[in-house]
């Protein structure tokens, strides 16, 4: 029981805390415009239950009067009373339709601010993050939490609130027209219909959780499949991938059984409670018509009562349950805006002023996590204009010398400056600006050709465009696909070569115009004759570009400025290709190494 209360208690406390952020969009404080909407679907709302609740007087004022024998009479007065009682159906209908005109951009704007302010949130949190989530799962969350914003806004006012008012205003109603002893049977079925639900609907929520979390479970199994379709084709796994989704789906399977027998008992219980209501009623009409102290337009209106508030409690448990899932998705939707942002820009800084890129790395250490440490006290320049060279082994740290570049971590220990100033004291958006990343494995958005080049900078004219590609001796490619650069890359870019994909990263860099690139094995993908073509560009643009390289073939970077050997996060050897060579250590073996197997290669052809 404690254990049940516990959970209430932090569910309850969940709910007023997505309420408060629905507010503030629904009652934005600087937008005058969307109060001012919202008072009045809230009036119209309002007006529309009033005049449905006079609507059953005048059908019993009508039935009534057709027991008076007057002919006049019953052409005049009866026919009023059904015009009256047409009339405010219409007035009734009329204010509930203005309501939701008037309502839905309020509603719908809301949606899109908070989609919106989430989906900036995530573009905040840092790259840790990122490598850790689940697409899949994430993507789904995003989605139920967008449409539970929608259901909650219409279920709240469209049944729970507007069905409050009625309630309140019928149970007023019997106790000012007939005895007291009607109005207090109807509001404790009410009360008693309410009460079980919520109960019931508490404990249902349990399995609705089960079946969500199974749902991002399999969604992210399954699209984590299918975006490996070759490796799973490579190792004959089907069986093993199918086998993995099903134990998902089984999980969401049992707790979706689960609910719809709740569901059955919720129904069983609601519906014993309305037909105890109603013919409690019925029977006290019946006996005062009996005694002559009720009339039979008397036994038509409360009946008429009953049923009007029976119709959307018939629906009440429905748009409880509906109100109750859309908390739990917004609940889970909003917790991704609690993921607190790793890498922050410091208050009111000013942009980089970068005008010669020179990069200082000083005793820079950095650590994923607290027992594995990545670097350890890296130092080194790149002056204005230059290229320097990384290489080591796997794992040595040299990519994440170039993601604590670009900040997408900030360094442990030490400092990065360009043009002395420290990347952690300049917002991180001009800091990317002025850097040109060709990443090591190059992912692709699933569009044209021509959008993934232009994404580097969407401004730029078709000439630029052009001009890119020629660098990156994309035309020769462009020119054989028939839809050119309408050609549509697929998911991740999966329809181009590990090649093609990097000249297309290497074209959307260069259309950046950075003032310092960074290349991640950039022509890693490439045959020999285009690593050839390309790296010359690639030299000749770099001459005027402080340049950071990791390589790993050291023949595409024995002209570099500096090179700088990597050994488990440490730099142990640096200097010119020659100056390395002469050393005769670990550069030398690796180059010695590679000759080598190039020799072979050579000679096998």
């Known amino acids: 029981m404690k254990n049940f209360l ?170 000012y027209m007939y005895e007291v002893i009607f109005s207090l049977i109807t509001l404790v079925t009410m009360l008693s219909y309410g009460g079980l639900t919520i109960l019931l609907t508490q404990w249902r929520a349990k399995f609705l959780k089960q079946m969500n979390a199974s749902d991002e479970e399999s969604n992210s199994k399954a699209i984590d499949s299918l975006l490996n379709y070759e490796t799973v084709k490579y190792f004959g796994n089907e069986e093993h991938e199918r086998l993995r989704y099903d134990v998902s789906l089984s999980t969401y399977e049992k707790a979706a059984v689960k609910l719809k027998i709740s569901l059955s008992v919720l129904n069983i219980g609601q519906s014993i409670i309305i037909s105890a209501g109603l013919t409690i009623v019925m029977l006290l009409a019946a006996q005062r018509i009996s005694t002559n102290t009720m009339s039979i337009g008397d036994f038509v209106l409360l009946n008429t009562y009953l049923m009007q508030l029976y119709w959307p409690l018939s629906n009440l448990g429905w748009a409880y349950r509906e109100i109750k899932r859309g908390f739990i998705d917004l609940d889970s939707m909003f917790s991704l805006l609690k993921v607190p942002i790793e890498v922050k820009d410091p208050p009111n800084c000013d942009p980089i002023d970068m005008t010669e890129g020179a990069v200082l790395f000083e005793n820079v250490s950095f650590s994923y996590t607290n027992t594995r440490s990545i670097l350890k006290d890296v130092s080194f320049s790149i002056p204005a204009g230059k290229r320097v060279a990384m290489v080591g082994a796997s794992g040595a740290g040299k990519s994440t010398i170039a993601r604590l570049l670009f900040r997408f971590y900030d360094v442990t220990e030490g400092s990065i400056s360009i043009d002395g100033q420290n990347i952690q004291s300049v917002p991180q958006k001009s800091l990317r600006h002025q850097i040109g990343v060709v990443p090591q494995d190059t992912v692709l958005f699933n569009d044209s050709l021509h959008y993934n080049i232009a994404y580097g900078n969407p401004n730029a004219s078709k000439e630029e465009v052009l001009q890119v590609i020629k660098l990156a001796h994309l035309e020769a490619f462009i020119e054989k696909l028939p839809e050119g650069l309408d050609t549509l890359v697929g998911e991740r870019g999966l329809k181009l070569s590990g090649g093609e994909k990097q000249r297309v990263a290497i074209a959307r860099a260069l259309l950046k115009q950075p003032k310092i690139f960074i290349f991640d094995e950039a022509t890693s993908a490439l045959d020999t004759h285009t690593e050839k073509e390309i790296q010359e560009n690639l030299r000749e643009i770099s001459q005027e570009h402080t340049t950071l390289i990791i390589a790993h073939r050291l023949s595409t970077i024995v002209d570099a400025d500096e090179i700088l050997v990597l050994d488990n996060g440490e730099v142990t050897e640096r200097g010119t290709h020659h100056e390395l060579l002469s050393l005769k250590g670990m550069y030398a073996k690796m180059w010695t190494r590679q000759q080598e197997k190039q020799k072979e290669i050579g000679q096998a052809a």
């Open 6 to 175: 516990t959970s209430h208690e932090t569910a309850r406390s969940n709910s007023w805390e997505v309420i408060k952020y629905l507010l503030r969009f629904l009652w934005p404080k600087d937008c005058l415009n969307f109060r001012l909407r919202l008072v009045l679907a809230f009036s119209s709302l309002a007006l529309s239950k009033v005049i449905a609740v006079w609507v059953p007087i005048y059908y019993k004022k009508a039935i009534d009067s057709l027991n008076i024998s007057s002919e006049s009479t019953l052409l005049i007065v009866p026919i009023g009373l059904l015009l009256a009682y047409g009339m405010a159906r219409i007035l009734a209908s009329l204010f509930s339709e203005l309501r939701d005109a008037v309502f839905a951009k309020v509603e719908h704007r809301a949606i899109r601010n908070i989609a919106l302010m989430v989906f900036e949130h995530l573009h905040t949190l840092s790259l840790r993050y990122h490598l850790d989530r689940k697409t899949g799962g994430l993507s789904r969350s995003i989605e139920r939490g967008t449409q539970a914003i929608e259901s909650l806004l219409k279920y709240v006012t469209l049944f729970i609130f507007p069905t409050f008012i009625e309630i309140i205003l019928v149970c007023g109603l019997l106790a």
